[in-house]
């Protein structure tokens, strides 16, 4: 217990010493933590032994995967197969081919160069996601493009684990006289003591059907199993339970995994894709948060202390070049891939700088590489030490983006509209002073709604407070439908432009009879428009406040709380009768003034208000008497 507490005491006050400087100085959480763990483990020597502490910590990845999952319906993954396919499986092919090419050139066998092919194929989705979200830049066309790869990488993660097993050849044990090879053993026998009982003794063929039979047994519990166990748990009536169920889910998918040999973050992913449509999700979410931050920090220390400074100051320049090498290939790769796919300049270099490293799933690889005999002992000493490497130098990449995207113009006076790859149940076009108060509303229970605007400094203006927004014209029918216009449930038209407003209602109308219509109108005249081209709620944007303010007025001139609210009720309930009354006979090809049958009925429901004001003030009074 001592041990423990002085490991704790040391890697919180490090991060709460290092990660603030490093965010003050604009260097990211990330870096702040990595430079963390290097100063208290290879630095000061605090940290002897991180293996056990790595194993825990990599919960931290384990908890963030399963919230991308939850975040991703198997519809959505659906909706994003061309990326997912194209640019995340060509980025895959192309970097796994180079790097065996390369291994291949130096004189390693065709399965070792497969595999370091494999490894060096991923990025890294704790950094890269973490540093995205910091600097707001998850919701731009490069960042949506870099978190595509990422998600192909880590589904690609499960067919690399099936494919190496069947790698394995046999190595010469006294390869590394230096004892790494013990080392290895021993770490590798302590962190799949399980996994050893159930696949050591298979051969390949056998490890790759527990594998699948794993993926399915989580599929078929996340579907058929998930909803009588959160009923159960919900009928307990304790909040705890929740956070407990939550954790249970993580941590028991993790063990079966490692039991397999297999990811536990891929597992637990899995899980989180098929619970993504439970209506439980919210609390998963809510319940596992907390914990992923925090555990994802202690991951990336773990990174920085667990570099092998012995072995980087033996081999400097080697180990140095060979990092820059792969880091400026997958550069070069990645920006091949973001010209083909029409990347503007600022998302080309997002994408390119964002991925250029390998990932902690490079860890997991090579750790089941070791164990399945695919690569020799010296040879995953200084993989690891390339991966880590490679994770330190990322935040240094993204400044450098910051950089380089102060001086590149995209050029052109109208920018190319973002690609909508979401949809949800509720679309606000129109992202202003009006539609963000509704946004706001409506997402705060929890519901989702896919926001347009066609003014792109707001929707980078959202970015920055962390609310998703999509850059382009709503009245586009293209990007209505991907937006999901068919399946929504409302349509929020909150565009500033009257015309556009009108000419969005009634397109919308016109393809989707069924659906509720919610729209803010300028004026009366505007809002008689928008009623005869289908709207069912229209909102004047200054009418509610304007009865606030009149509500004041009254409370001031005599009148009760209760008489003023009561008086405000009524003018309200009442307007929104006249409006629909005065729309019927409104026409748009005669001005109001000439309308002799609108300026009747005008007065007619004028006349109905003061009565039934004074009635209700009289009853009011009679009352209180």
Aim: proline fraction near 4%; charge should be negative.
């Amino acid at each position: 217990m001592g041990e423990f507490l002085f490991l704790a005491s040391v890697f919180l006050l490090a991060a709460v010493i290092a990660v603030p400087i490093a965010a003050r100085w604009g260097l990211g959480s990330v870096l702040g933590y990595l430079l963390a763990g290097v100063v208290i483990g290879p630095g000061f020597g605090l940290i002897t032994n991180t293996t056990d502490l790595q194993h825990f910590a990599e919960f931290g990845v384990v908890m963030m995967l399963f919230l991308i999952g939850l975040e991703l319906e198997p519809r959505a993954l659906w909706d994003m197969r061309h990326r997912l396919i194209g640019l995340g499986g060509l980025q895959i092919v192309m970097t796994m081919m180079a790097v065996m090419l390369g291994a291949l050139a130096m004189g390693f066998p065709w399965p070792t160069a497969l595999a370091v092919g494999m490894i060096f194929a991923l990025s890294s989705t704790a950094i890269v996601l973490q540093t995205l979200t910091e600097k707001g830049l998850m919701q731009t066309s490069g960042g949506r493009s870099t978190f595509s790869v990422l998600l192909t990488q880590d589904i690609a993660v499960i067919p690399m684990l099936i494919v190496l097993p069947l790698l394995a050849v046999a190595h010469d044990p006294t390869i590394n006289a230096d004892g790494s090879i013990a080392r290895h053993v021993a770490e590798d026998d302590h962190a799949h003591d399980a996994a050893m009982s159930l696949v050591a003794d298979l051969p390949g063929w056998g490890v790759t059907l527990v594998t699948l039979g794993a993926v399915a047994l989580i599929i078929l519990g996340g579907v058929y199993g998930a909803r009588p166990i959160f009923r159960y748990i919900h009928a307990a009536k304790l909040r705890e339970m929740y956070t407990a169920l939550a954790l249970l889910i993580v941590i028991g998918i993790a063990f079966l995994m490692t039991l397999v040999g297999l990811s536990p973050a891929l597992g637990t992913f899995l899980a989180g894709v098929v619970l993504a449509n439970s209506e439980f999700r919210h609390e998963l979410e809510s319940d596992i948060q907390p914990f992923k931050g925090l555990l994802l920090g202690l991951f990336f220390i773990t990174v920085g202390a667990g570099i092998d400074f012995a072995l980087l100051f033996s081999e400097p320049l080697t180990l140095l070049a060979l990092t820059l090498a792969l880091m400026v290939l997958k550069g070069v790769i990645l920006y091949i891939l973001a010209r083909a796919f029409q990347l503007r300049h600022r998302d080309r270099w997002l994408f390119t700088l964002g991925l250029a490293q390998a990932g902690e799933f490079g860890f997991v690889l090579i750790s089941f590489s070791l164990q399945q005999s695919v690569l020799p002992p010296a040879l995953g000493d200084r993989l690891l030490l390339i991966v880590a490497l490679s994770m330190l130098i990322t935040p240094l990449a993204f400044m450098l983006y910051e950089f380089l995207s102060t001086r590149i113009r995209d050029g052109g006076e109208n920018p190319e509209h973002d690609t909508i790859d979401e949809q949800g149940a509720v679309i606000i076009a129109g992202i202003g002073r009006f539609g963000q108060i509704v946004n706001r509303l409506v997402q705060s229970v929890g519901a989702k709604t896919v926001v347009i605007d066609n003014n792109l400094q707001t929707i980078q203006l959202m970015r920055r407070f962390g609310f998703k927004g999509f850059f382009g014209d709503p009245l586009r029918p293209d990007l209505l439908h991907a937006a999901g216009i068919e399946n929504a449930r409302v349509l929020m038209v909150a565009l500033d432009d009257p015309d556009a407003a009108e000419r969005l209602v009634h397109y919308a109308r016109r393809i989707r009879p069924d659906i509720h219509i919610v729209a803010r109108a300028r004026d009366r005249t505007h809002t008689y428009r928008l009623y005869q081209a289908g709207a069912n709620d229209i909102v004047r944007e200054v009418f509610d406040s304007s009865l606030r303010a009149g509500r004041y007025v009254l409370e001031n001139i005599g009148l009760s709380e209760y008489e003023a609210s009561e008086a405000e009720k009524l003018f309200y309930q009442h307007d929104r009768y006249s409006v629909r009354e005065l729309a019927e006979v409104w026409r748009s090809d005669v001005p109001s003034a000439q309308n002799e049958a609108y300026i009747a009925r005008a007065r007619e429901l004028e006349k109905e208000l003061e009565a039934s004001l004074l009635s209700a003030l009289e009853s009011s009074s009679d009352d209180a008497a």
